[in-house]
């Protein structure tokens, strides 16, 4: 390998010196050791040297000399003619992938740039992945956050529909039921009477013997309807419209009557009262299908009595409900509620049990007073009358006659707005006075539920405490018995928490369809008392109106 380069060497040197050929073949043998020996001394750094500049210079001249050329007169047309195509089709997206939010941010900067955005856009088009990965990093906030707030408020409404049974007894049904009370009748004399009602029902429901029937039912009897109904639903979240109370004054004055006149407005408030009540049952989705109802209306035997209902009216139930109630708060804590929307809902109906309570004070001011005026108006006829037969001017004694006349004909519409204050207005705010005691009885029991789970949840903690020591002690034949009540008490917590979940379910159902009801009711007694105003005033004024001709008359 050593020996092939000098000879190419010399021969390309022999040249360069001019000498002459047959000079070279006589003195071939004295110089050739010579110039081996100058080139052996030369050829190591020539070796070392020239391998590096062979490698080095001959790509580089032959990259440099035929590239160039290359690269200046073919990259011209090939960027001109293959760059839209395929250079900037393929090579953009890998080099825009890192800088997408550099031209996102520049694209806003420069809008008026009409070319910028044309280069742009069929570069996301090409590569329709990739720009879609980036903006939506930069948006993942926006783009991810709004579908999972819909995503829990489906869950918050889930949680709130009802289970299947649920819902067809929420739905109700499309029969009807209509029930009417009436003829009042009083059996018996003295401290032992008490009055007799007859209980009219018409109904299409399927579970009914007949579509039609009659049965009489004592006020105990209503009484003991409540009760049952309460201790059946109640710790099952329902709200069970109250009974009528007790009215001890009524019936003491209905007891000892001598005629029926003197009690006649007494028993005619609590019969409507009574029939107001089964009517809110008849009207609730699910209570309407109880068998305790439609056992009541038309079974014709005498029903058991409610011992617990002897001497307790709606009222009382209510007191001693709220008693347990606060009992079971003062047992678990000040503050056991653990959903806001229940504690902003029993601060709402304590307000408005207040301004009802109020309002029903003002409404049965406001009856006393016109029953007062009925009264003055009454004199005031009797007063004018005999005026006028003593009056000796016939114009001025016809006219006082009149006058008479058209007084007893308004004290006759005292008397119906009298009536329209009482059961229109006064006794639907009584009414809702008694349902918000209702309500306040289903937080009560919701309270309770709750508190039996903490207890069941506390006593559980307790039994597993007492497993770890007799663990750690060595107590085997203990051990078995505690193990097994820790099994029961955690089927108990479980069970709780279940009762208190629903509870809470169907409270919160039973709620809503109460403002629904509500808010109707109002609608349409507000509506009737209105339009029974305008019926009086409207009559006032024709009645006067017609007085006015007698009164011109006078001479």
Request: aromatic residues 6%; hydrophobic residues 35%; glycine residues 4%.
């Amino acid at each position: 390998m050593a020996e092939t380069p000098p000879p190419m060497d010399f021969e390309e040197d022999q040249p360069e010196d001019g000498s002459g050929e047959e000079g070279a073949d006589i003195f071939a043998p004295p110089e050739l050791p010579e110039q081996q020996q100058e080139v052996e001394v030369e050829e190591p750094p020539v070796v070392e040297d020239e391998p590096p500049p062979v490698v080095e210079d001959e790509p580089p001249p032959v990259v440099e000399d035929e590239p160039p050329p290359v690269v200046e007169k073919e990259e011209p047309p090939a960027v001109e003619k293959e760059e839209p195509p395929v250079v900037e089709a393929e090579e953009p997206p890998v080099v825009e992938k890192e800088e997408p939010p550099e031209v996102v941010a520049d694209v806003p900067i420069e809008p008026p740039q009409v070319p910028q955005p044309e280069e742009l856009l069929p570069e996301p088009i090409t590569s329709a992945e990739p720009p879609t990965l980036e903006p939506t990093v930069e948006v993942p906030p926006p783009a991810f956050s709004p579908p999972s707030e819909p995503a829990k408020t489906l869950e918050l409404f889930e949680d709130d529909q009802p289970s299947h049974e649920d819902q067809q007894d929420e739905e109700g049904d499309s029969f009807e039921l209509s029930i009417a009370v009436t003829n009042p009748e009083k059996v018996g004399d003295g401290m032992g009477a008490y009055m007799v009602y007859t209980v009219v029902t018409k109904t299409t429901i399927p579970a009914f013997q007949s579509a039609e029937c009659s049965v009489r039912r004592r006020f105990s009897d209503f009484l003991g309807l409540y009760y049952r109904l309460n201790e059946k639903h109640l710790q099952k979240g329902r709200i069970v419209p109250p009974a009528p109370e007790k009215s001890m004054m009524g019936m003491t004055v209905v007891k000892f009557a001598k005629s029926e006149e003197s009690s006649t407005a007494f028993l005619e408030r609590r019969r409507a009262a009574l029939e107001r009540y089964l009517m809110r049952l008849a009207n609730h989705p699910v209570l309407r299908k109880d068998d305790l109802l439609r056992e009541f209306l038309e079974t014709t035997a005498e029903l058991p009595k409610a011992k617990e209902t002897a001497a307790m009216s709606g009222a009382g139930f209510m007191r001693l409900m709220k008693n347990v109630g606060e009992s079971f708060s003062k047992m678990t804590g000040k503050k056991t509620e653990t959903d806001s929307w229940f504690d902003e809902q029993q601060q709402n109906y304590e307000a408005l049990d207040g301004h009802l309570r109020k309002l029903h004070i003002a409404i049965e001011a406001m009856i006393v007073s016109r029953k007062e005026l009925c009264v003055n108006t009454n004199a005031f006829v009797k007063n004018v009358a005999t005026l006028g037969n003593v009056e000796e001017n016939n114009s001025v004694s016809r006219a006082l006659s009149k006058l008479s006349e058209v007084q007893e004909r308004v004290e006759a519409l005292h008397q119906e707005q009298v009536h329209s204050d009482l059961f229109v207005f006064g006794e639907t705010i009584k009414d809702y006075i008694a349902l918000l005691g209702s309500i306040k009885v289903a937080f009560s029991a919701r309270a309770k539920n709750h508190s039996v789970w903490q207890h069941a949840l506390t006593t559980l903690g307790k039994k597993k405490e007492s497993e770890q020591k007799l663990q750690l002690g060595g107590k085997p034949e203990k051990l078995a018995q505690v193990q097994q009540e820790i099994r029961e008490w955690e089927s108990k917590v479980e069970e709780g928490q279940k009762n208190f979940e629903a509870a809470s379910k169907t409270l919160k159902q039973e709620l809503k369809r109460f403002e629904a009801e509500r808010a109707a009711e109002f609608k349409s007694k507000f509506i009737s008392y209105m339009e029974a105003m305008m019926h009086m005033q409207q009559e006032l004024i024709r009645v006067w109106e017609g007085y006015l001709p007698d009164a011109q008359a006078i001479a």
